[in-house]
């Protein structure tokens, strides 16, 4: 019995996806960026720039049955008169109610946009909203950056 293994060429990200993200990391105009894959399943593209500073803004770009990555400039408080801090955080969104190929092809995509962002602190993957919410990011980020 004779098995043909098909493998998928790798995805590529666009140069307009890494320039949105320096342009978001050293020159804070961008406050999120929305990325998705391009039509023919072979690149990463930038869907939308955004400087709503606006959380739920950001999260009103999520839609609830098509998969997309995300970069947002996450800002919180510290507390005791710590002062802010800033961390990029990388989000792949992966709704529950997605076509399942669509969220096979973009877990297997990826790794090659992580890759290419240097500055990202925290990964957050997203199946509903709850995941996505202020309150589990700002969770997650402030026990990365070791700050209880």
């Not at 990388?90 to 090659?112: E, G, I, L």
Request: overall charge negative; charged content about 30%.
């Amino acid at each position: 019995m004779e098995f043909e293994i098909c493998l998928s060429p790798p995805v590529a990200v666009s140069d307009d996806a890494l320039k949105a993200f320096n342009e978001l990391k050293l020159g804070k105009k961008i406050k999120y960026i929305i990325y998705k894959l391009n039509d023919a399943k072979t690149e990463i593209v930038v869907e939308k720039t955004s400087a709503d500073t606006d959380y739920d803004s950001f999260l009103g770009e999520l839609p609830e049955d098509e998969c997309k990555y995300a970069i947002y400039d996450f800002e919180y408080e510290l507390g005791k008169g710590e002062g802010k801090r800033n961390k990029i955080v990388f989000y792949q969104w992966a709704p529950d109610t997605a076509n399942v190929r669509s969220k096979m092809v973009y877990a297997s995509s990826k790794d090659a946009l992580r890759r290419a962002l240097n500055g990202v602190s925290t990964d957050i993957q997203g199946t509903d909203f709850s995941e996505v919410a202020y309150e589990s990011v700002l969770e997650r980020v402030s026990r990365s950056a070791g700050s209880h």
